[in-house]
């Protein structure tokens, strides 16, 4: 049935004239439908909340108490009187529970939707807002929203096995979620490194399992051995604060998915029970580094099932979702293999392999959580040895786990690390705080489609519940570090989570929203990454004048720029206005950036080289054979390029391929070289930029002039250079050293005026 209730807020108020519509849209994630009027409402008396006839629910008076306390702690006291109206709407098959529709006139405001979707129009009402009043008085716009989500699935991860978070952190996560309409906090809660959640039956869980005698320092891949710190490390949370945390994102709307992992990362609770493992008599402790370790549960012992289904039962008692997450992933199979007990099962049960025993568990686990009316949920490695019947797959490793499930009509969240991770790096600098590699910007995220829609059919799309986030706590280490890793890049997850592709705008996004919510945080002393410029993107290019041309990504924020090369700071020239810039022939100029917010917090400094040289002649050779010479070396604490002069190569070659070093890749070896020498071929004359995209350093070399240097020891990042290249072939060298760990390396080129694209094999020949 549907119900009307009415909610009168009071205020003085007066109109004029509107702002533009970027400006008016401050809105994140972006409403699909959002129309300005041209007017807008200025309030310079406090609100008080009235509701007609004192008809309301307690969860609805506290989502119209948000807003009243918003207005109300910016203005003085002074009340006159202005109509809103909450028009409270059962979910139906043409209401989506999740919907709301806002209309701000100069009579009143009108808001509809469901108990969820007036929540989130209150959100959207607040993101509206000012940051700051002036001269007493704030201003919205007159609009109208219509709004739903295109996801039903939005969600945020967070590992507290590696490192603890306590619940007031927690409960601010939450909060933060729920500001931007994020509905789901799957919340990892075992591992090898820490059981965190209080389980009755079984307190050596938390008596044991809880605590590790001491953790890594730093980097694992930097030293060998490893540093540790020598502190006990633990925590873990009890069950009535569990239940609380429980009741607190239920006020906010957000769904809690418990992790409980097996049958791997199950060193803690092994350690803390030694017979759930397949050899009891082994001594085992807390893991104190990060990474995979063969300590699982045993799939052979009945035991073992009793245990996690004790656990279970436990999980379910104190979680209400739908979905309970078993993990499934990362799950080395070596205890198996020589385990008497899982190979006497797998021969009982006329399996194939270890992969068939794990999805037996998993079957077996699902029936269990089915019959208490669960679901479950797990890693893309599910798929590995078959899915069980009803489970739904969260694909990490990249898409085809979670194309491969939806063709199989399982429901998927897609969460690929390579655009998803908020672990990840969000910039080149050296700067950057330690994560654990890689590079993943607003940008990646924001043009990301969780919809694989050239690989699945318009049915198998549907299964496609939406996307996640993900945030492992390797290297996140306090609550700073933590709101650092997650903005800006959290605004970008809403806004692809929630918002039709046809609806976004990037430009919009990065050039007016973006620093309206960063503004926020900056009043909020809340740390987070100050974003570069916009038209500050790491390039290289040919020309003989040069337009640098940037704007704001911050609000009150400055820009500063050096030509040499230099690294700038606030000593370097002030931006202010488009600059130009002349680059003689046979010259270069190397541009760089930095963006200061007014707390003095900087952001990566980017840099754009811009050369005008000579056009390069092709050679007098017709090289036939395709592919080119390599060496390899091993076994040298490589720091830079120059170092492979100073090692023999233990190997060598012809590679064929386009350039990689995903030949050499590998878990155990450190410590390698490689020389690549041929010649590249190019179709056409022109202007050309060229770049190497490396973990660690590289050198790529033409006609053995150097073009782009990305050498050093460092996480994965992409350096450029350019080049007048005539139609041909041309020598090149690319020279590459990885040194602790990530060994990748590939070539790109991209012709002025045309795509970028990886350097084909067709491209390479050798003598």
Same mark, same amino acid.
């Given at each position: 049935?549907?119900?009307?209730?009415?909610?009168?807020?009071?205020?003085?108020?007066?109109?004029?004239?509107?702002?533009?519509?970027?400006?008016?849209?401050?809105?994140?994630?972006?409403?699909?439908?959002? @129309?300005?009027?041209?007017?807008?409402?200025?309030?310079?008396?406090?609100?008080?909340?009235?509701?007609?006839?004192?008809?309301?629910?307690?969860?609805?008076?506290?989502?119209?108490?948000?807003?009243?306390?918003?207005?109300?702690?910016?203005?003085?006291?002074?009340?006159?009187?202005?109509?809103?109206?909450?028009?409270?709407?059962?979910?139906?098959?043409?209401?989506?529970?999740?919907?709301?529709?806002?209309?701000?006139?100069? @009579?009143?405001?009108?808001?509809?939707?469901?108990?969820?979707? &007036?929540?989130?129009?209150?959100?959207?009402?607040?993101?509206?807002?000012?940051?700051?009043?002036?001269?007493?008085?704030? #201003?919205?716009?007159?609009?109208?929203?219509?709004?739903?989500?295109?996801?039903?699935?939005?969600?945020?991860?967070?590992?507290?096995?590696?490192?603890?978070?306590?619940?007031?952190?927690? #409960?601010?996560?939450?909060?933060?979620?729920?500001?931007?309409?994020?509905?789901?906090?799957?919340?990892?809660?075992?591992?090898? $490194? =820490?059981?965190?959640?209080?389980?009755?039956?079984?307190?050596?869980?938390?008596?044991?399992?809880?605590?590790?005698? $001491?953790?890594?320092?730093?980097?694992?891949?930097?030293?060998?051995?490893?540093?540790?710190?020598?502190?006990?490390?633990?925590?873990?949370?009890? $069950?009535?604060?569990?239940?609380?945390?429980?009741?607190?994102?239920?006020?906010?709307?957000?769904?809690?998915?418990?992790?409980?992992?097996?049958?791997?990362?199950?060193?803690?609770?092994?350690?803390?029970?030694?017979? &759930?493992?397949?050899?009891?008599?082994?001594?085992?402790? %807390?893991?104190?580094?990060?990474?995979?370790?063969?300590?699982?549960?045993?799939?052979?012992?009945?035991?073992?099932?009793?245990?996690?289904?004790?656990?279970?039962?436990?999980?379910?008692?104190?979680?209400?979702?739908?979905?309970?997450?078993?993990?499934?992933?990362?799950?080395? +199979?070596?205890? *198996?293999?020589?385990?008497?007990?899982?190979?006497?099962?797998?021969?009982?049960?006329?399996? @194939?392999?270890?992969?068939?025993?794990?999805?037996?568990?998993?079957?077996?686990?699902?029936?269990?959580?089915?019959?208490?009316?669960?679901?479950?949920?797990?890693?893309?490695?599910? &798929?590995?040895?078959?899915?069980?019947?009803?489970?739904?797959?969260?694909? *990490?490793?990249?898409?085809?786990?979670?194309?491969?499930?939806?063709?199989?009509?399982?429901?998927?969240?897609?969460?690929?690390?390579?655009?998803?991770?908020?672990?990840?790096?969000? =910039?080149?600098?050296?700067?950057?705080?330690?994560?654990?590699?890689?590079?993943?910007?607003?940008?990646?995220?924001?043009?990301?489609?969780?919809?694989?829609?050239?690989?699945?059919? %318009?049915?198998?799309?549907?299964?496609?519940?939406?996307?996640?986030?993900?945030?492992?706590?390797?290297?996140?280490?306090?609550?700073?570090?933590?709101?650092?890793?997650?903005?800006?890049?959290?605004?970008?997850?809403?806004?692809?989570?929630?918002?039709?592709?046809?609806? @976004?705008?990037?430009?919009?996004?990065?050039?007016?929203?973006?620093?309206?919510?960063?503004?926020?945080?900056?009043?909020?002393?809340?740390?987070?990454?100050?974003?570069?410029?916009?038209?500050?993107?790491?390039?290289?290019?040919?020309?003989?004048?040069?337009?640098?041309?940037?704007?704001?990504?911050?609000?009150?924020?400055?820009?500063?720029?050096?030509?040499?090369?230099?690294?700038?700071?606030?000593?370097?020239?002030?931006?202010?206005?488009?600059?130009?810039?002349?680059?003689? +022939?046979?010259?270069?100029?190397?541009?760089?950036? %930095?963006?200061?917010?007014?707390?003095?917090?900087?952001?990566?400094?980017?840099?754009?080289?811009? +050369?005008?040289?000579?056009?390069?002649?092709? &050679?007098?050779?017709?090289?036939?054979?395709?592919?080119?010479?390599?060496?390899?070396?091993?076994?040298?604490?490589?720091?830079?390029?120059?170092?492979?002069?100073?090692?023999?190569?233990?190997?060598?070659?012809?590679?064929?391929?386009?350039?990689?070093?995903?030949? *050499?890749?590998?878990?155990?070896?450190?410590?390698?070289?490689?020389?690549?020498?041929?010649?590249?071929?190019?179709?056409?004359?022109?202007?050309?930029?060229?770049?190497?995209?490396?973990?660690? =350093?590289?050198?790529?070399?033409?006609?053995?002039?150097?073009?782009?240097?990305?050498?050093?020891?460092?996480?994965?990042?992409?350096?450029?250079?350019?080049?007048?290249?005539?139609?041909?072939?041309?020598?090149?060298?690319?020279?590459?050293?990885?040194?602790?760990?990530?060994?990748?390396?590939?070539?790109?080129? $991209?012709?002025?005026? +045309?795509?970028?694209?990886?350097?084909?094999?067709?491209?390479?020949?050798?003598?």
């Amino acid at each position: 049935m549907q119900k009307s209730l009415f909610l009168f807020l009071i205020f003085c108020f007066s109109f004029g004239n509107a702002q533009t519509f970027s400006e008016n849209n401050s809105i994140i994630p972006a409403p699909n439908s959002y @129309k300005a009027t041209g007017d807008s409402i200025r309030f310079n008396g406090r609100i008080k909340v009235v509701f007609e006839n004192n008809k309301f629910s307690a969860q609805e008076l506290k989502t119209a108490q948000i807003f009243e306390a918003a207005v109300n702690g910016n203005l003085p006291s002074k009340k006159e009187t202005v109509e809103v109206v909450f028009i409270a709407k059962n979910p139906s098959a043409s209401f989506n529970k999740e919907a709301y529709k806002i209309n701000i006139t100069s @009579k009143k405001i009108t808001v509809t939707g469901t108990e969820e979707g &007036l929540f989130y129009a209150v959100q959207s009402l607040l993101q509206l807002l000012p940051n700051k009043t002036k001269n007493q008085e704030i #201003k919205m716009p007159c609009v109208t929203i219509e709004d739903e989500p295109r996801y039903s699935y939005r969600g945020l991860h967070l590992d507290v096995c590696r490192h603890f978070f306590p619940v007031d952190v927690i #409960k601010d996560f939450i909060t933060q979620m729920s500001s931007y309409k994020l509905n789901n906090f799957h919340w990892h809660l075992t591992d090898d $490194q =820490g059981w965190r959640i209080e389980i009755k039956k079984y307190p050596k869980l938390t008596a044991v399992g809880s605590k590790r005698a $001491q953790t890594l320092v730093g980097n694992k891949f930097e030293r060998s051995p490893m540093f540790f710190d020598g502190n006990p490390y633990g925590g873990f949370y009890t $069950q009535e604060e569990i239940k609380d945390v429980v009741k607190f994102a239920e006020e906010h709307y957000v769904n809690i998915i418990p992790e409980i992992e097996m049958p791997g990362h199950a060193t803690a609770a092994v350690t803390a029970y030694p017979n &759930l493992s397949c050899f009891p008599d082994r001594p085992y402790k %807390v893991i104190e580094s990060w990474g995979v370790f063969e300590d699982i549960f045993c799939a052979g012992k009945e035991e073992t099932f009793t245990f996690l289904e004790d656990v279970l039962t436990e999980v379910i008692a104190l979680f209400p979702s739908k979905y309970i997450h078993i993990g499934g992933d990362e799950c080395p +199979k070596a205890r *198996w293999k020589v385990c008497p007990n899982c190979q006497k099962r797998i021969a009982a049960l006329g399996l @194939k392999d270890e992969h068939q025993l794990q999805s037996y568990l998993t079957t077996r686990i699902e029936k269990f959580l089915n019959a208490n009316g669960r679901q479950i949920l797990g890693w893309d490695e599910m &798929l590995e040895g078959g899915l069980a019947p009803n489970a739904a797959v969260m694909s *990490w490793r990249g898409e085809a786990g979670g194309i491969s499930a939806a063709k199989q009509k399982h429901f998927v969240i897609m969460n690929p690390e390579q655009v998803l991770y908020l672990d990840y790096n969000q =910039g080149y600098s050296p700067n950057e705080p330690l994560t654990v590699g890689r590079l993943i910007t607003v940008d990646k995220i924001y043009h990301y489609n969780p919809t694989p829609v050239d690989s699945l059919t %318009v049915d198998e799309q549907k299964y496609i519940m939406g996307l996640q986030s993900n945030l492992w706590s390797e290297y996140l280490t306090s609550p700073a570090k933590l709101n650092y890793q997650l903005y800006p890049r959290v605004f970008a997850l809403a806004e692809i989570a929630w918002t039709q592709p046809q609806n @976004k705008n990037y430009n919009n996004f990065v050039l007016n929203k973006m620093p309206h919510h960063l503004e926020k945080l900056e009043a909020q002393k809340r740390l987070y990454k100050v974003p570069t410029p916009f038209g500050s993107d790491e390039t290289a290019l040919i020309a003989s004048k040069y337009v640098l041309d940037l704007k704001p990504t911050i609000k009150n924020g400055q820009i500063f720029y050096t030509i040499d090369g230099y690294n700038p700071d606030e000593t370097a020239e002030l931006y202010e206005k488009p600059v130009t810039i002349n680059i003689p +022939k046979g010259e270069y100029r190397t541009i760089k950036t %930095v963006q200061i917010s007014p707390s003095g917090r900087k952001s990566s400094i980017n840099k754009i080289l811009v +050369k005008n040289p000579d056009l390069k002649a092709a &050679l007098a050779v017709n090289p036939t054979k395709q592919g080119l010479k390599y060496e390899y070396f091993t076994g040298k604490l490589f720091q830079q390029v120059q170092d492979l002069e100073l090692a023999k190569p233990v190997n060598s070659g012809i590679f064929e391929g386009a350039v990689s070093s995903e030949k *050499w890749k590998s878990k155990t070896e450190r410590y390698i070289g490689l020389k690549f020498d041929g010649y590249l071929y190019i179709p056409e004359t022109g202007n050309y930029t060229i770049s190497t995209l490396s973990d660690d =350093g590289s050198k790529l070399f033409i006609d053995n002039e150097l073009i782009v240097n990305n050498d050093g020891i460092h996480w994965l990042n992409e350096a450029y250079g350019v080049a007048r290249l005539e139609k041909g072939f041309h020598k090149i060298n690319i020279n590459y050293f990885d040194q602790i760990g990530g060994t990748t390396l590939s070539c790109f080129i $991209q012709q002025e005026g +045309k795509e970028k694209q990886e350097i084909k094999a067709s491209q390479l020949y050798y003598e």
